[in-house]
């Protein structure tokens, strides 16, 4: 991809979607998201994901989305 001068974006979040999953809050981001996000961030252009400050509480998409109070250390990660 690097050769045709494509831009690569990778949408982490969305990667894992499991719709048919509902994360209690007893449960954490999925561990695959914050993996995906960090193994991305070597050599891509963008980084899609999704942040909540509160997941469980999302209208959608709660179990995939990264919990907006751990973002300061999945940045400092990437």
Do not use: W, Y
Not at 32 to 42: E, G, M
Not at 56 to 70: E, F, K, Q
């Amino acid at each position: 991809m690097r050769s045709s001068d494509s831009r690569l974006n990778v949408d982490a979040t969305h990667s894992v979607q499991k719709p048919e999953v509902r994360v209690t809050e007893a449960e954490e981001t999925d561990p695959l998201s914050l993996s995906l996000i960090r193994a991305a961030a070597v050599g891509i252009d963008a980084l899609f994901m999704e942040v909540h400050p509160d997941p469980d509480s999302a209208t959608c998409d709660g179990p995939n989305m990264v919990p907006l109070c751990t973002m300061r250390e999945v940045l400092s990660d990437c």
